[in-house]
């Protein structure tokens, strides 16, 4: 079975309603299992075929971007708690896979998805490699906020690398997305549309605020298109996880 990266969240507090939890990473290959003998809330994010083309110019950069396992198979979540919320799973792997398909072509030149292992020679045209990673996830459901609708925070880390796994820049960047309950039929439907919404201001976001991330803008001013093929290609083999 793939392993999947998971976030399990607990109560700690009234921030947020109840649903600010502090986050700790686990990697279980069960999960599943024990959710569906549980009668749990299993949400399979519906991937995100749809999105407005970005108004910009596509950056003169030469992108390698790196999908780690975890990312790929990412689930969030939550056990049962004291409010009676059922234990419920948001499986966001292909989902947020499927979104930045979309929206990194329109951000750069030319883009390149690496595999692990990847020889040096086959990477030694790009300029940069791009790491993304989720390191937090909440939501929120009628049951546990005043409002009827449901919420869903994402906060996300990206990584700039240099071909030698260096860090070119590093920040984080939250999405949020909500969806009333109003016309839904069941709490899977409100929960998988509100962690779309909340993708798609990601993609945004992300197309809005590369440039505006002020080591990638110093990176942009002094050091595309200064490096000879020749240096590229010496680097050796690099882990980017």
């Known amino acids: 079975m793939r392993s999947t990266q998971t976030i399990r969240k607990e109560k700690t507090g009234p921030a947020r309603g109840t ?13 599943f299992a024990c959710l569906a003998a549980c ?28 999908y780690s396992e975890n990312f790929r198979n990412f689930t969030y979540y939550e056990s049962k708690d004291a409010q009676g919320i059922d234990d419920t799973s948001i499986q966001m792997g292909e989902a947020q896979i499927s979104l930045f398909e979309k929206i990194l072509p329109s ?7 690496l595999q692990r292992g990847e020889s040096a020679s086959s990477r030694a045209h790009l300029d940069a490699v791009l790491v993304p990673q989720i390191i937090d996830v909440e939501y929120s459901v009628p049951q546990t906020n005043k409002a ?12 700039l690398l240099a071909l030698d796994g260096s860090s070119i820049a590093s920040w984080t960047m939250p999405a949020y997305g909500k969806t009333p309950t109003a ?59």
């Open 183 to 241: 016309l839904l039929k069941s709490s899977k439907e409100a929960i998988n549309l509100a962690s779309v919404m909340a993708l798609r201001d990601c993609g945004a976001a992300f197309v809005t605020g590369f440039t505006r991330v002020p080591e990638v803008a110093q990176w942009l001013d002094t050091s595309i298109g200064n490096a000879a093929p020749a240096d590229r290609i010496k680097q050796e083999e690099v882990s980017y996880e």
């Open 107 to 113: 951000v750069f030149d030319q883009v390149q998805v």
């Open 148 to 159: 009827k609708i449901y919420e869903v925070w994402i906060k996300y880390k990206f990584d």
């Open 19 to 31: 649903i600010s939890r502090m986050c700790r990473l686990i990697f279980t290959g069960t999960a």
């Open 39 to 66: 009668g749990a809330t299993e949400v399979q994010v519906a991937p995100v075929f749809e999105f407005p083309t970005p108004l910009v110019e596509p950056l003169p950069v030469h992108m390698g971007v790196y």
